[in-house]
Every structure is written in structure tokens, then in C-alpha cells.
């Protein structure tokens, strides 16, 4: 059984970029939920995917939007970076109707 | 006011000392997670619990249904405990609220 693995593990972007971060579920989960850790702050969820379907949705703009593709494995977009988005990206896989979210290792996205 | 609240916010023990953080939320739940976040990000769930009491080596989590409360205690610590600590409550939309998170530091 493979763990949660999350690409790329660092990342500099520039300030009105965009950013694409991966995420690879833990075999035989169908849920991916994405959270952003700001430093010193805990994870804020940011939504939720089931069967590549938003499936709920934290209080974040817009220009932050994901894809979870046929293998539940998932994507989150960011749009025109701002300084603020830099943070700990992290991901979690679980099935649905079963509790227990499993995380990856994260990625850490840095706006300059 | 935060979802979670976990305290203290900061904590330094001498090695062996007996540990207890504590988190408090205030939404219903179907489950609380304690996480162990070390340096560098990465995220370990320690517990998952509904109800009562689980015990997995030196670590105990408990909760309160009830008063909506839960805390994690780990006795004999050990400079290897040194980690953030958070508390994370799931909602019924199968929706995750974190604490901020406690700070041990586990002084030899």
C-alpha cells in the first residue's frame, strides 16, 4: 500500500505567476482534501475532492482551483501568486464514509 | 474565535517529565486526529478518536464528547517528542478544522 506522495517537495514562484501543485492519493482512496499551512498557523482547508468533484470549499478565492483526475490523484491551481500564498501546501487522501485522512509530506511554495 | 483551540501554545520539558496538551473546539464532530508535525512539514496522524481513550506506546489521547475537549499526554518524554502537536476536528462534511498547534521541546 502506497502513502500520500505530494510534487515538488520546494517551489519559488514570482509574485502574478501560477503554480500547479500534485498530489498522488493513498491506493484505494477516493477523497483528496488540499489545506495551506501559513508558517506558525495551522493547516486551512482549502477544498475537497470526491470522485473529480469539488466536494466542499474553504474560504478561499477563486484563483484557487483543483482537479482530481480518474485515479483520485489531484491537482491544485493557484492563480496570479500572491506574497500571501506562500505557505505549506498539504494533501490528504481518504474514503469516503471512512474516517481517517492520510497526509503527504507537502509542498512548500514560496512567493516572491 | 478558531474552530479549535489547543494549549499551551508553547511548551519546554526536561527529558522524562509527564506531558499534557490540551484542545478544545466548539463545532460537533465525528472524530479528533492528534497530529505530530516535525520540521520540514511533514504531517504523522498519532490518533484518531470518537470517544474515550487510546493508548499507543508512550502516548495517551483522550476526549470528552461531552465537553468538547481531548488531550494528549505522553509520559517519559524524550528529546525525539521535540515536534509540533496539533488537534484537528472532522465535521460531518468530512471537513477538517486544525488547532494552531502546541510546540514541545524535550530538553536532554
Known amino acids: 500500500e502506497t502513502g500520500v506522495t505530494q510534487s515538488p517537495t520546494h517551489l519559488i514562484k514570482t509574485r502574478g505567476q501560477q503554480v500547479t501543485l500534485r498530489c498522488s492519493s493513498q491506493?484505494?482512496?477516493?477523497?483528496v482534501s488540499w489545506y495551506q499551512q501559513a508558517l506558525g498557523q495551522g493547516p486551512q482547508f482549502i477544498f475537497q475532492y470526491y470522485r473529480e468533484e469539488e466536494n466542499g470549499r474553504g474560504n478561499f478565492p477563486p484563483r484557487f482551483s483543483g482537479l482530481q483526475f480518474p485515479n483520485y490523484s489531484s491537482e491544485l491551481n493557484v492563480n496570479a501568486l500572491e506574497l500571501d500564498d506562500s505557505a505549506l501546501y498539504l494533501c490528504a487522501s481518504s474514503f469516503r464514509g471512512r474516517e481517517g485522512q492520510y497526509f503527504g509530506p507537502g509542498t512548500r511554495l514560496t512567493v516572491t | 474565535k478558531n474552530e479549535v483551540e489547543q494549549s499551551p501554545q508553547n511548551l519546554t520539558a526536561q527529558e522524562g517529565e509527564f506531558i499534557t496538551i490540551n484542545c478544545s473546539y466548539s463545532v460537533g464532530i465525528s472524530a479528533l486526529h492528534w497530529l505530530q508535525q516535525h520540521p520540514g512539514g511533514g504531517i504523522v496522524s498519532l490518533f484518531m478518536l470518537s470517544s474515550g481513550k487510546k493508548k499507543h506506546g508512550r502516548l495517551i489521547a483522550t476526549i470528552n464528547i461531552q465537553e468538547k475537549h481531548s488531550s494528549l499526554h505522553i509520559t517519559a518524554s524524550h528529546p525525539r517528542d521535540s515536534a509540533v502537536y496539533i488537534c484537528a476536528v472532522l465535521t460531518g462534511a468530512n471537513n477538517l478544522f486544525f488547532g494552531t498547534g502546541t510546540r514541545l521541546t524535550v530538553i536532554p
Open positions: 491506493s484505494g482512496h477516493n477523497t
